[in-house]
């Protein structure tokens, strides 16, 4: 692709991230059957979600609109149940936004709308949503994807199995695979794919130079792999510091291979968001990139190139990520989110930047 084109699809990114956007969860080795372990967070486009158990599912911020308003009332992005019975897993786009219950049953709704039964013709065990469109990890390890629509019809994927993890990005998909390998397909503009190519691929291609992976995380263009030894690797477009290996890029710079985040070993979990990621460690939570609007949550608006330690916060056990925002899950089952917080995302009410951690008040527990 040429400087144009990229440069358009790195303006569309950036666009994302100031408004929220969405980051797929973290990916780990998958039961036989959707499960979950409460309370468990996620984050959408511009929306966060805490699974309190089986019938109790809170969520704040813009959920279901894919034209957000330029400043909603208190009132409007709120915390609030869901509106979905069993839910066990939620994830969300702009405007689209699925989750799977316990029995593995798949159900979205878009646009305000209410929400639907996808039929996938096998129990979910995990889905990913990004912009319009999702995939779920059925039969335990078979992959299936669709767009929003009026009757969605997923599809399987040819070419790969034994998946045991996903992550969706704004043109691109990748899987986890049992034995340790990622396989991505899908637009390339920005190296997303990580074959060492920016060409397109319709097919499933390995990830080069990158085993032994226990989780994976994508947002918009870039995406992360967590090693079974701890470490981090990323790769796509890296122009914010999103990659995290300490290496300033120039505008439409990116990274066709995997290269290792700086100075991070021992990590639990991962979450990656428009221009920034984040990593669990110790219960401690450390981010870099982007951070135009305090996603890195270091008190500060300057890029972050390698990973810093988030201030005042400990003894997390779950983080999750939107495209501007992010959200961590403690022990003591408070929740704390900072970033950008235009549509309520960060539950502070619409407040453009929250830089530090901030709790999340009025979550019944």
């Given at each position: 692709?040429?400087?144009?084109?990229?440069?358009?699809?790195?303006?569309?990114?950036?666009?994302?991230?100031?408004?929220?956007?969405?980051?797929?969860?973290?990916?780990s080795?998958?039961?036989?059957?959707a499960?979950?372990?409460?309370?468990?967070?996620?984050?959408?486009?511009v929306?966060?979600?805490?699974?309190?158990?089986?019938?109790?599912v809170?969520?704040?911020?813009?959920?279901?609109?894919?034209?957000?308003?330029?400043?909603?009332?208190?009132?409007?992005?709120?915390?609030?149940?869901?509106?979905?019975?069993?839910?066990?897993?939620?994830?969300?786009?702009?405007?689209?936004?699925?989750?799977?219950?316990?029995?593995?049953?798949?159900?979205?709704?878009?646009q305000?709308?209410?929400?639907?039964?996808?039929?996938?013709?096998?129990?979910?065990?995990?889905?990913?949503?990004?912009?319009?469109?999702?995939?779920?990890?059925?039969d335990?390890?078979?992959?299936?994807c669709?767009?929003?629509?009026?009757?969605?019809?997923?599809a399987?994927?040819?070419?790969?199995?034994?998946?045991?993890?996903?992550?969706?990005?704004?043109?691109h998909?990748?899987?986890?695979?049992?034995?340790?390998?990622?396989?991505?397909?899908?637009?390339?503009?920005?190296g997303?794919?990580?074959?060492?190519?920016?060409?397109?691929?319709?097919?499933?291609?390995?990830?080069?130079?990158?085993?032994?992976?226990?989780?994976?995380?994508?947002?918009?263009?870039?995406?992360?792999?967590?090693?079974?030894?701890?470490?981090?690797?990323?790769?796509?477009?890296?122009?914010?510091?999103?990659?995290?290996?300490?290496?300033?890029?120039?505008?439409?710079?990116?990274?066709?291979?995997?290269?290792?985040v700086?100075?991070?070993?021992?990590?639990?979990?991962?979450?990656?968001?428009?221009?920034?990621?984040?990593?669990?460690?110790?219960?401690?939570?450390?981010?870099w990139?982007?951070?135009?609007?305090?996603?890195?949550?270091?008190?500060?608006t300057?890029?972050?190139?390698?990973?810093?330690?988030?201030?005042?916060?400990?003894?997390?056990?779950?983080?999750?990520?939107?495209?501007?925002?992010?959200?961590?899950?403690?022990?003591?089952?408070?929740?704390?989110?900072?970033?950008?917080?235009?549509?309520?995302?960060?539950?502070?009410?619409?407040?453009?930047?929250?830089p530090?951690?901030?709790?999340?008040?009025?979550?019944s527990?």
């Amino acid at each position: 692709m040429d400087r144009i084109g990229l440069s358009a699809l790195v303006l569309m990114i950036g666009a994302a991230a100031c408004g929220g956007g969405n980051a797929a969860p973290p990916s780990s080795p998958v039961p036989s059957r959707a499960t979950t372990t409460y309370p468990h967070l996620s984050a959408g486009h511009v929306s966060t979600c805490l699974i309190v158990d089986v019938n109790h599912v809170t969520c704040w911020g813009l959920l279901d609109t894919a034209t957000p308003v330029a400043q909603p009332g208190p009132e409007a992005v709120a915390a609030r149940p869901l509106g979905v019975v069993g839910a066990v897993q939620v994830d969300g786009g702009l405007g689209y936004q699925c989750a799977i219950d316990g029995t593995g049953r798949a159900s979205c709704r878009s646009q305000g709308g209410d929400f639907e039964r996808v039929e996938l013709g096998a129990a979910a065990v995990t889905l990913a949503v990004a912009g319009d469109r999702a995939c779920a990890i059925v039969d335990g390890d078979q992959l299936r994807c669709w767009k929003n629509g009026p009757e969605p019809k997923p599809a399987s994927v040819p070419g790969i199995d034994n998946v045991i993890g996903l992550a969706l990005g704004i043109a691109h998909t990748c899987a986890l695979r049992r034995d340790g390998k990622v396989l991505c397909w899908g637009g390339n503009e920005a190296g997303m794919l990580g074959d060492g190519t920016t060409a397109s691929r319709g097919a499933p291609q390995v990830v080069a130079g990158l085993d032994d992976v226990v989780r994976i995380a994508s947002s918009k263009a870039h995406t992360c792999a967590l090693r079974g030894d701890g470490t981090v690797h990323c790769w796509g477009l890296g122009d914010d510091g999103q990659l995290g290996d300490g290496v300033k890029r120039p505008r439409d710079g990116m990274a066709v291979r995997p290269v290792q985040v700086a100075g991070l070993r021992d990590v639990s979990a991962i979450s990656v968001g428009g221009a920034h990621a984040c990593a669990l460690r110790a219960g401690h939570v450390l981010c870099w990139g982007g951070n135009g609007v305090g996603q890195v949550g270091d008190g500060t608006t300057e890029q972050r190139p390698g990973p810093v330690e988030v201030p005042m916060l400990d003894d997390v056990i779950e983080i999750a990520a939107g495209a501007g925002h992010q959200c961590a899950l403690r022990r003591d089952q408070s929740v704390w989110c900072w970033g950008n917080g235009a549509m309520g995302q960060t539950g502070q009410g619409p407040v453009k930047t929250t830089p530090r951690p901030a709790r999340v008040r009025g979550l019944s527990m």
